[in-house]
């Protein structure tokens, strides 16, 4: 007479990786030339300290649950979960490390400190299925299906002179790279059904993906004199994140009864990378004293993608339908290049830069459909807050230079797409109603600075250095998009879009003596927001609202402090010296547009200003 059908299905993994490689020379003499060992110490023409690792984490987990009840009174229920948590690293205490500290170094070729992370990888799919069928005069089917899975990569990268003295004929590089990779699937499916006079089905799905990148890549020499032909210090971060998380709820009753499905997908990436790359002395007699060329480059490249999705069916005399999907992502990497603390650098041409590139998108979509009511919400937002700094000099530090160039820049990491883009679409369809409602929302707050730092003193007056240039460069490229349809005897659809960006571009000189042939101040940059939205419904009552908004800001500055002491010797060189800021903003289908950026910008210039464009456009479409 009664029949009851119970099943359960759980899976769960966890997986850590922490192991660290290590290099190292460590107060030692070694001198080195072409024809073989020369003085008390022992090696090659060419020094080479490397660390290299390698890390992978593959998890697969999977439950299942079904059941099946027959009886005059027919009861079955459902429930799947699956769990996964994977990390690599331990919160920035492992990794790979190449050095060398407390040495007196002598070669006649290069040196070279790598450390390099050649792939730190995590793939993860995680699905959980649950099914409950239910037959009788009375019937009732519940499936509950839920999965989730936790991603972290958190370790360093680090190469590094410390505390030494290097002497070559040859190159010296320091250099720290980064790979790392999460690439997850996340995926839940629920289904129930009910077969009788009277019954009831209801299935529940859903899915969660969390992702954490949260790693120190950092190459300098420190507390060490170093003289050689070239010098090169390079941090290179280079992340990737492929997330999905997806979730399907099917709920059919065949008799007089309700059904109800609900999915909800959720999707999380943050990333607070520290990528920096520099040269740091005492400020007492540290030295870097070079026939050739000097660069110390940071850059970050975060390429990510995620994706949410969520369907919901539910059919039956008295059905509901609901889905919901939320992706968030919040990136937040800090680069910095500096050289500072050195009582003398003499070298042709310096380059200090320190530069992010962005390739991010996120995707939410969700679909509902009913015999009865239907209801949808879906949700994207990308926020950037990057800070990008790079500088040169301090209290007594003497450049003697054909070139300085420090640079700060962000911008796109592919070219023709977008650095940040969001898209949210839903969609609602009901015999009875059909209510649905997406957001899409990007925003950047990102800091670039250049600064030239007080105290600093660049040629003498009987030894000119040549061009000398700050440059600060924002370029924000983001874009939002939102859809939303429905539709029932009463459809109302929603779609809101906002892009919005308050970013930071200077370029600052402080109380410095500089003796050049040339010099350039320059902050600036692109800013470039679209926000576009379409919303349709139908029914005998419909009613849609589609309403996108742009709003940007920027402090734009590129200033001389009035204790700075300039030369521009134009029989040395050539004299020219200006400054110039500007900052050309264009908005894309928004409505609003804060044009207090012009009257911040012409209130900070105090050198040169050269007008910028503002454009505002709104359009969105409506049926």
């Known amino acids: 007479v009664f029949a009851l059908s119970l099943s359960g299905a759980g899976a769960f993994a966890e997986n850590i990786i922490s192991s660290s490689a290590t290099a190292r020379v460590v107060d030692s003499r070694i001198s080195s030339s072409v024809t073989g060992t020369t003085g008390s110490g022992n090696g090659a023409a060419n020094l080479k300290v490397e ?28 429930v799947g979960l699956s769990d996964a948590k994977n990390t690599i690293g331990s919160s920035g205490l492992g990794g790979v490390f190449a050095s060398i500290e407390g040495s007196d170094i002598h070669t006649s070729n290069d040196v070279s400190v790598i450390a390099r992370i050649q792939k730190a990888k995590i793939k993860a799919e995680v699905i959980s299925v649950a099914a409950a069928i239910a037959a009788g005069f009375v019937a009732g089917a519940v499936s509950v299906a839920g999965s989730d899975a936790l991603n972290v990569l958190s370790y360093s990268a680090q190469s590094f002179i410390k505390g030494s003295t290097v002497s070559t004929s040859g190159n010296v590089n320091v250099e720290a790279y980064d790979n790392s990779e999460i690439d997850s699937f996340v995926g839940a499916a629920a ?49 990737k994140v492929y997330s999905a998380s997806l979730a399907a709820s099917l709920a059919a009753s065949i008799s007089i009864g309700f059904s109800i499905a609900g999915s909800g997908a959720e999707t999380e990436t943050i990333l607070t990378n520290t990528v920096s790359a520099y040269l740091q002395g005492t400020g007492l007699n540290d030295t870097m004293s070079l026939t050739g060329n000097l660069k110390v480059n940071a850059i970050s490249k975060p390429d990510f993608y995620t994706e949410t999705g969520a369907i919901s069916v539910s059919l039956g005399l008295a059905a509901l339908a609901d889905s919901g999907g939320s992706n968030i992502m919040t990136v937040n990497p800090d680069v910095s290049a500096y050289v500072k603390g050195y009582q003398t650098v003499t070298a042709q041409d310096v380059e200090i830069l320190a530069k992010a590139q962005l390739a991010l998108k996120g995707v939410a979509e969700g679909m509902s459909i009913s015999t009865g009511l239907s209801m949808g919400s879906n949700s994207t937002t990308i926020n950037v807050g990057s800070t990008i700094a790079a500088s040169a000099g301090g209290a007594n530090n003497q450049f003697h230079v054909r070139k300085l160039d420090i640079l700060s820049e962000t911008g796109a ?18 015999l009875l109603l059909g209510v649905t409602s997406t957001s899409a929302t990007v925003g950047n707050t990102e800091s670039v600075v250049s600064q030239l730092v007080n105290g600093t003193k660049i040629g003498t007056a009987d030894r000119y250095s040549g061009q000398i240039s700050i440059s600060s460069s924002s370029n924000v490229d983001q874009r939002a998009e939102s859809n939303a349809a429905a539709g029932g005897l009463i459809g109302a659809g929603e779609a809101r879009a906002t892009a919005n960006s308050n970013t930071t571009s200077n370029a600052l000189i402080g109380d410095v003596t500089v003796y050049a042939g040339q010099m350039s101040v320059d902050a600036g940059g692109n800013s470039y927001s679209n926000a576009t939205t379409e919303a349709g419904s139908g029914g005998l009552v419909a009613a849609s609202g589609a309403r996108p908004l742009v709003d940007m800001d920027a402090n734009v500055k590129a200033q001389i402090s009035d204790g700075a002491d300039i030369n521009i010797h134009e029989q040395q060189y050539y004299e020219d010296l200006y400054a110039a800021a500007y900052d050309a903003l264009s908005a894309g289908y928004g409505d609003e547009f804060d044009q207090r950026t012009d009257d911040q910008i012409i209130d900070l210039i105090k050198l040169s200003y050269t007008d910028a464009e503002f454009n505002a456009l709104s359009q969105s479409d409506i049926d």
Do not use: C, M, P
């Open 191 to 239: 289904i129930a059904a009910s077969f009788g006079a009277f019954g009831g089905a209801v299935s529940i799905a859903v899915s969660e993906a969390d992702n954490q990148i949260g790693n120190t890549i950092s190459a300098y020499i420190e507390d060490s004199s170093v003289t050689a032909n070239d010098v090169s210090v390079l941090a290179d971060d280079s992340s």
């Open 413 to 430: 990491l592919h070219a023709g797409r977008h650095a940040v883009e969001a898209i949210g679409n839903s969609s609602a369809g009901g």
């Open 51 to 78: 660390s290299t690792s390698s890390a992978e984490i593959r998890a697969l987990i999977v439950s299942a649950a079904a059941a099946i009840s027959v009886g005059k009174v027919g009861i079955a229920v459902g």
